[in-house]
Structures are given as C-alpha cells and as structure tokens.
C-alpha cells in the first residue's frame, strides 16, 4: 500500500514538474460527419456518414460501404494502403486500398481455429493486430496464412483501446497501458491512470483522460500534459505536430511544439 502511495505521488510530482505543451489554434473549419477517423499529411479527410466510409482530398470523395456486415466500429488509416475497417457485430475485417477497394475479407467465424475479435489494429505486412476475447490474449494474425505469428500472455483486464504502427502495438486496458513489439514481447507496461483512449504519432503517444490530453515522447515514461481550450475531445488524432480535434460539428486544428 505504501508503495503504491509512493508511486502515486512520484508520478503526479513528474506531471506537474514537466512544461506542459502548449497548443495554439491554426484555424477553425466547419464540417459535419458522424465520424472523423484521420486527417492525412496532404490533407485527406477519412470519414464515416451514415456508416459509409469515405475518403475526401481536395479534387473529390470516393467510399466503401458493405452493409451486409453491419456498422464500422474502428477504422485504421495509418497504412493509406491497407486500410482496415472492422465490423465487430460480424467479428469481420475488411482490407481496402488507397482507392478503397477490396483487398480482402478476414471473416473470424469462418476460420479453422476461431477467433472472437473485439479490439483490432493494422500490423505490418499481411498481419492485422486482434485481441481475442476467448483467451483474452493479442495476437498478431497473418491473413493470408491464415496463421498466428505472435501472441501475448493472458490480459488479466477490460480492454479501452488499441493502436498499432509498423514495430508496436498499444494496448489500454482499465489497469494498464502495454507497448508490445512485433513479436509479441512486452516492451513497456504502466499503469492506467484514468486513460481511455490511445492516438500514436511516429511512435510518440497521446492518452485522453476525460476532457484532457497527456503526451508520452517516444521511449519516455514521462507523461506531459497538453494545454487545451475547455473542448470536447472525443475525436483527436496528430499528423506532424498538428493536433486535429473534432467537437460540435467543427475541426480545430492545433500546431503544438514538442521539444
């Protein structure tokens, strides 16, 4: 108990002892969606109305829709190649390319070994981050081999979020948050003080706790709270030092200076 007392007040005392990041207002835009999934380096918008996926630049809007399998429940755009859409009610993926079409279907039911998928993150190559309620482990799935290449220990704890990049995988989960490689090791574990959203930016890592953002620099444990206008931030992703927040039917977008 003591100790964790102790761990408590060491962590608050390295919050308030670091310079907070201050963010300053780019430009306000008026736009209306249901969901605003990413804004890319050259602008794209990604986007779901009426549960179609969209993908708007500035010459025009294509979508993908497939509603046979229900809504979309996450949407990962980091890989504007391989874009995954998840529709959890049909445990499925769909891979999409950069013109939104068609790569390939991943229907867990219909594997020889079962998977009940609920958290799911694009990989490297053919491979797709899931977490399996089954035996509550990650596993990093090859689709194309229909083969499971890594996976972790048990999570002993409900799963809030998942992120992946190309060497790592971010899982939150109501008592911790995990950094995991490309094999399955655990490279970093903290505790889950009240996080319970994940946005990754070139291995740099920002958690939402209720109204507010804290930054973690890439391979620090140090958490850096954000200074922000009071705004809801459900919505909020990072491409470039600039944070993109979506509230009341406008994006913001922040230019915020990381050391």
Request: glycine letters at 2%.
């Amino acid at each position: 108990m003591k100790y964790t007392v102790y761990l408590f007040l060491l962590l608050s005392y390295s919050i308030s002892a670091q310079k907070a990041i201050e963010a300053s207002l780019i430009k306000k835009t008026n736009f209306k969606t249901d969901r605003l999934v990413a804004i890319d380096n050259f602008g794209t918008k990604y986007f779901i109305n009426n549960n179609v996926f969209n993908k708007k630049d500035v010459t025009k809007t294509i979508t993908y829709n497939n509603l046979q399998l229900g809504d979309i429940t996450t949407a990962n755009v980091f890989n504007p190649l391989k874009i995954t859409l998840f529709y959890k009610d049909f445990n499925s993926v769909i891979i999409l390319d950069n013109r939104l079409a068609e790569i390939f279907k991943i229907d867990f039911n219909a594997l020889s070994k079962y998977k009940n998928a609920s958290h799911v993150a694009t990989g490297h190559d053919n491979t797709i981050w899931i977490f399996n309620q089954d035996n509550q482990k990650l596993e990093l799935f090859d689709y194309k081999t229909q083969t499971t290449r890594a996976q972790t220990v048990p999570i002993q704890s409900d799963v809030l979020d998942l992120k992946s990049n190309y060497n790592f995988c971010y899982l939150l989960t109501k008592n911790h948050f995990y950094t995991y490689n490309y094999f399955g090791s655990l490279v970093k574990k903290l505790k889950n003080d009240g996080y319970n959203k994940i946005v990754e930016s070139n291995g740099d890592i920002i958690l939402k706790k209720n109204d507010s953002l804290v930054y973690f620099k890439k391979n620090s444990d140090t958490a850096i709270p954000i200074l922000l206008p009071n705004l809801l931030t459900n919505t909020f992703f990072v491409t470039n030092e600039t944070l993109y927040i979506y509230a009341n039917e406008a994006l913001y977008e922040y230019k915020i200076k990381i050391n």
